[in-house]
């Protein structure tokens, strides 16, 4: 919980698990450089929800940045040091566009806050992180409400998204 545990995105275990699996593949010749040139090539999708434009309270988000539910999978952006790399974030958007899976953005309102996922703790890894999630209203309230359009293309079980990522 929290990322903080032992096994949690904070924690070591990610990159001794890389370093194990590199130890193997290399006949336990390992080096340190051999982790990070690993870990710098590993491109990661952190999925979470964000919230979207919700016409009860629309006070909490930026109308002309803002995900809107039944519009498709977001890619957060969060400003200056919290953002995917352009390349990447290119790479992502052309993957979708080629696959005709429905994507937009999402910009947290100026000054309102935002949360964040595990993305931060993989990027300080040097790993290429981008953070895609469906829009959800009422985040964290007792009854939320997605999209269903959103969330089954967005789903690991939909041929759509497994074909593109098989692809890349």
Known sequence: MGSVNNTGARSQFLSTTFA???????????????L?????????????????INPIFPGTSEPTNAARVG???????????FDAPSEY????????E?????????????DEGGGGTIGLFMSMQDMQVIDLGVALLSMHAPFEMSSKADVVV?????ERFLHAIRAS
């Open 20 to 34: 194990e699996l590199i130890a193997a593949q290399r006949d336990n010749r390992y080096s340190d450089l051999d």
């Open 98 to 110: 080629r696959n005709n899976i429905p994507w937009q953005t999402h910009t947290y309102k100026v």
């Open 89 to 96: 974030t290119a790479q992502i958007r052309g993957l979708m």
């Open 154 to 158: 967005f789903s690991p079980h939909d």
């Open 71 to 81: 519009y498709g999978v977001a890619i957060k952006l969060y400003g200056p040091g």
């Open 36 to 52: 990070r040139r690993a870990l710098h090539h590993s491109l990661v999708i952190s999925a979470d929800t964000n919230d979207g």
